[in-house]
């Protein structure tokens, strides 16, 4: 569906992309992460035509990326391109004209992309009454209107609540099941777990690591990270590296990489002779192999 070979950018002598490559399948969400800064708005504007790369190549369906392959493209931008005294149905029809839908279709298409967000009953409603959900859902109807094959998703569920999170993160997984092709940029770790069947991990232009959950995964030998609470810390460290974990620090926590499944009472005994005010069993999660790959 998109492949990106080699793309580098650079503004006056700062690069920005770093001969980046990546490939993202037809039907399936591809969750591209990083820090800001690390080139996901660059790389976004040169897939969207806004901008040219000063070397690589970018193709969408086999074909290179032009005026003419924009049509392929939907893009639902971080800050919502929406007008507020404009309804819900007259947002939508202002932009299909954008496209060049004429009557009948475009009619059908206003109707089919409020239904696909959950926005139908508020179609004559001005968007500057809706909640901050609902206009993020609106932005993505925008996204939708003319039909594209990729759908950028760039930081949907920012500054929404935890429920309209949720609300947000089923609609994606319903686009997703009607065969959509969708990138999607995330700070949220557990949402980019949540979602994206692979993921690739940004940093200062380069991707550091790629693929599924399950494969990336693969780069902390663990079963289970333990995190604990003590005054005794380097004395927990000792006691743990002699049991075979390896420590990390995330933030102020002081926690242990698992090399095999052991009973909590084991675990426990491992830091026989100090006093463990608190003890916590994690699986490996994503912001484990982030931090990971990008601090290596």
Known sequence: ??????????????????????????????????ANGAGKTTTINIICNLLQAD???????????????????GIAPQ???????????????????????????????????????NLSDRATTPVEKLSGGMQRRLNIAVALVHKPKLAILD?????????????????????????????????LLDEAERLCDRIGILKAGKILAEGSLAQLRQRIPATEIVTIQTQEEEKAIALGNKCGFTY?????????????????????????????ESIARTPVRLEHIYIEVTNK
């Open 155 to 187: 930081e949907p569920t920012t500054g929404l609540d935890i429920e309209a999170r949720y609300q947000m993160w089923e609609l994606i997984k319903q686009l997703k099941q009607s065969g959509m092709t969708i990138l999607l940029t995330t700070h």
């Open 248 to 276: 990390r620090r995330y933030g102020r926590d002081l926690a242990f990489w698992l090399p095999q499944q052991l009973e909590l009472k084991e675990i426990i005994a491992c830091f026989e002779g100090i006093n463990l």
């Open 79 to 117: 800050e919502n391109l929406l007008y507020k005294t404009l309804s819900c149905q007259e947002n939508l029809n202002f932009f299909t004209k954008l496209y060049g839908l004429t009557g009948k279709e475009r009619q059908q298409q206003v109707k089919a992309c409020l239904a696909a967000v």
């Open 55 to 73: 070397s690589g190549k970018v193709t969408i369906c086999d074909r290179p990326i032009s005026a003419s392959t924009k049509q392929l493209i």
């Open 1 to 34: 569906m998109l492949k990106i070979e080699n793309l580098s950018k650079a503004y006056s002598k700062r690069s920005v992309l770093d001969d980046l490559s990546l490939q993202i399948q037809p039907g399936e969400i591809y969750g591209l992460l990083g």
